[in-house]
């Protein structure tokens, strides 16, 4: 019944920004918490973003001030604003929510960043 859904992600030169989307349906209340997550090739899946409730976020060190996620909870969707892209930033990103005690991931979207 659940699906999560990313979407927007491609290919941007460094110091480009790029914006997903994670699309959600069938959870029972609201799409908060959710999670931001990337794993690049050869290195473990890793949290980037994540938002307890509107206005309650955090991110990891290496995205502060670059990275922002929001949500719109009758829309049913979760936001990753991505600026000031790096070379490091490649990698697929998973969107990850939370429902009842349970997890629910979308399949992943790729974002590569690169001259």
């Known amino acids: 019944q659940v699906h999560v859904a990313e979407s927007g992600g491609g290919l941007v030169q460094p110091g480009g920004s790029l914006k997903l989307s994670c699309a959600v349906s069938?959870?029972?209340?609201?799409?908060?918490?959710a999670e931001w997550y990337r794993q690049a090739p050869g290195k473990q899946r890793e949290s980037v973003a994540f938002?307890?409730?509107?206005?309650?976020?955090n991110y990891a060190q290496s995205v502060e001030g670059r990275f922002t996620i929001s949500g719109n909870n009758a829309d049913m969707k979760v936001f990753l604003q991505m600026n000031s892209l790096k070379p490091e930033d490649t990698a697929v990103y998973y969107c990850k929510i939370t429902n009842w005690g349970r997890d629910y991931w979308g399949p992943g979207t790729q974002v590569s960043v690169f001259s």
């Open positions: 938002i307890e409730s509107p206005g309650k976020t």
């Open positions: 069938g959870i029972i209340g609201s799409i908060y918490p």
